[in-house]
């Protein structure tokens, strides 16, 4: 299984980022998808979930109505439009998968890699 995401950067406050998450080697339609961030010397934290079907999301109070999380099943790739950015959103940004229910007594979780965004003017 593998995640591999793609668009971080160096972007101004106010500006905005698409984050995207490649998913290949697992049944992605059974899997909710998380967005996490980790700044440096701060613990690592949820910013926002979509649940398999794509209809049911979550967000972190800190980018509610700023951030939004979607995915397309048929492309397997989760996104994380990030808009209104500010200096502390800047972090290593990871894509999580969880799979829907446990399978043989456990839940399934998958990692990216992370990507770095920076919001610096």
């Known amino acids: 299984a593998q995640l591999v995401e793609s668009g971080g950067g160096l972007v101004q406050p106010g500006g905005s980022l698409r984050l995207s998450c490649a998913a290949s080697?697992?049944?992605?339609?059974?899997?909710?998808m998380n967005w996490h961030r980790q700044a440096p010397g701060k613990e690592r934290e949820l910013v926002a979930t979509?649940?398999?079907?794509?209809?049911?999301?979550y967000y972190a109070d800190t980018v509610k109505d700023r951030f939004t999380i979607s995915r397309d099943n048929a492309k397997n790739t989760v996104y994380l439009q990030m808009n209104s950015l500010k200096p502390e959103d800047t972090a290593v940004y990871y894509c999580m998968a969880k799979s829907h229910r446990p399978v043989l007594g456990a839940y399934q979780y998958y990692w990216g890699q992370g990507t770095q965004v920076t919001v610096s003017s």
């Open positions: 080697g697992f049944n992605f339609s059974s899997f909710n």
């Open positions: 979509i649940l398999t079907g794509g209809s049911v999301t």
